[in-house]
């Protein structure tokens, strides 16, 4: 069964204090690794899509990277303004298209202090 | 350009009631997505659409849901009766190639 597992559950850090997020998955046939931010009571907004071990996407203070296992959310000198929830979701080849379901981690809640 | 919406933002209903979802998905996306989050889990997958054509529904729980997208264009998801299991945040996605842009979910409650 395919599987998404975010690490931390939680994460607190000081203005300024870089850090990285994880997300490590099971699947077959990887068509794509999705970057979510989620505020809360709002729908999930799009930050990165990678698709090959090696690729790496940046956004200004986020870079995400993606290994044949699992993919990182690098957080650079955040600012409070980065607090939110953080989701991975990955894409397999299914059903004959590639435009099919994601499939979610639980998410990482990231809370940034002045 | 207008994003992804969703109609109601919030539905307070009684168990054995009927309630109707709408999303409205990002002009010319034929990919539209139902999800659900309910209380503590993940987002879960419920259903594609490809224009009117149900291209994926092995998320769908059972058949108190049933979703539709007349023309292509909205697509609305209708629960009867509701359970209260059935409470969760309703999400829909739109997409025209591979990223999918999220709407803002209608937070459903069953009493």
């Known amino acids: 069964e395919d599987q998404v597992t975010q690490s931390p559950e939680a994460l607190r850090l000081q203005e300024g204090e870089s850090s990285s997020l994880n997300c490590s998955y099971t699947v077959s046939g990887l068509r794509g690794l999705f970057w979510y931010r989620q505020d809360p009571g709002k729908g999930p907004e799009f930050l990165f899509t990678l698709y090959s071990a090696g690729e790496e996407k940046e956004k200004e203070r986020l870079k995400a990277t993606l290994t044949k296992k699992e993919s990182f959310l690098h957080i650079t000198a955040p600012k409070p303004e980065d607090s939110a929830t953080y989701l991975c979701?990955?894409?397999?080849?299914?059903?004959?298209?590639?435009?099919?379901?994601?499939?979610f981690g639980q998410g990482t809640i990231l809370t940034v202090h002045p | 350009e207008a994003g992804v919406t969703q109609f109601p933002s919030h539905s307070v209903i009684e168990k054995g009631q009927t309630v109707t979802l709408r999303c409205d998905p990002i002009?010319?996306?034929?990919?539209l997505y139902w999800y659900r989050r309910v209380m503590g889990k993940e987002i879960k997958f419920l259903l594609h659409f490809v224009k009117e054509s149900k291209q994926d529904e092995s998320g769908m729980p059972n058949n108190r849901f049933l979703a539709e997208r007349t023309g292509g264009t909205y697509s609305t998801l209708k629960v009867q009766p509701a359970e209260l299991e059935d409470s969760g945040v309703y999400f829909c996605?739109?997409?025209?190639?591979?990223?999918?842009?999220f709407g803002p979910g209608t937070r459903l409650t069953v009493l």
């Open positions: 002009s010319g996306h034929d990919n």
């Open positions: 979701a990955v894409r397999i080849n299914a059903g004959g298209t590639s435009y099919g379901k994601l499939t």
């Open positions: 996605a739109s997409s025209s190639h591979g990223e999918q842009f």
